[in-house]
């Protein structure tokens, strides 16, 4: 079954509210999580990595203020997609990890966001 | 800086035909490398890695990969080609210090009757 859970599957929304995509790992403590976002038919960039407890390290030409990260717990992280645009209609997608145990790397399903 | 590049964004079989899925990397120190697997509106779901060891690799549903070093490849394989396999494929590489995956552009793959 699904190690990691992403929620909403599907988001549609106005343009000027902001969304939260939340992500958690179901049977083990990830202690760093990361955000992708996918475009049609195009691969996956990293948007940033979040480590808990910490400050997300955002890649380079992410907005970090337009996609707010919070990975307050070790199985909950958020992104927050502030104040919308139709340009940031994408596939996003966390995954998850445990370093410290060498876990292997977990994706969640991914989350479908459409800005009218 | 890391790299992959995947060669031909759509590839087309039969069903039963040799499933071929070409990667290549660019890495500067010794890398670890994935296959990934997609399938519509979904997350991704590992197929194969390669860390140490071993050279050929063999994963999930029957696919196999193998690491070249010489030719900084690992391309994906399947002998025999099923119609579940019609995904999309991601090729990926991430350094040994860190858990970031650079993806390749991806692979269609279509599988015909």
């Known amino acids: 079954g699904a190690v990691v859970s992403q929620h909403p599957s599907r988001v549609i929304c106005k343009s000027g509210t902001s969304v939260k995509i939340e992500c958690r790992s179901l049977d083990f403590q990830a202690t760093t999580m990361f955000w992708y976002r996918q475009f049609p038919k195009q691969s996956l960039m990293l948007m940033a990595t979040s480590n808990e407890g910490s400050k997300a390290t955002y890649e380079q030409g992410v907005e970090k203020d337009k996609f707010l990260i919070n990975h307050a717990s070790l199985t909950l992280s958020t992104l927050t997609v502030t104040s919308a645009h139709p340009e940031d209609s994408s596939f996003y997608i966390c995954s998850a990890i445990n370093r410290g145990r060498n876990s292997p790397l977990h994706f969640g399903n991914g989350t479908r966001l459409t800005v009218t | 800086a890391q790299s992959v590049t995947q060669l031909g964004s759509h590839v087309s079989v039969s069903e039963g035909a040799l499933v071929l899925l070409r990667c290549n990397y660019s890495s500067s120190v010794p890398p670890y490398l994935f296959w990934y697997v997609q399938y519509p509106n979904q997350g991704l779901q590992l197929l194969l890695k390669?860390?140490?060891?071993?050279?050929l690799v063999k994963g999930i549903n029957g696919f196999e990969a193998e690491f070249k070093k010489s030719e900084t490849s690992f391309h994906l394989t399947k002998p025999s080609a099923h119609m579940s396999d019609a995904a999309e494929y991601f090729c990926a590489v991430s350094d040994r210090d860190t858990d970031k995956l650079i993806f390749g552009t991806g692979t269609r793959l279509q599988v015909f009757p």
């Open positions: 390669y860390t140490t060891g071993a050279t």
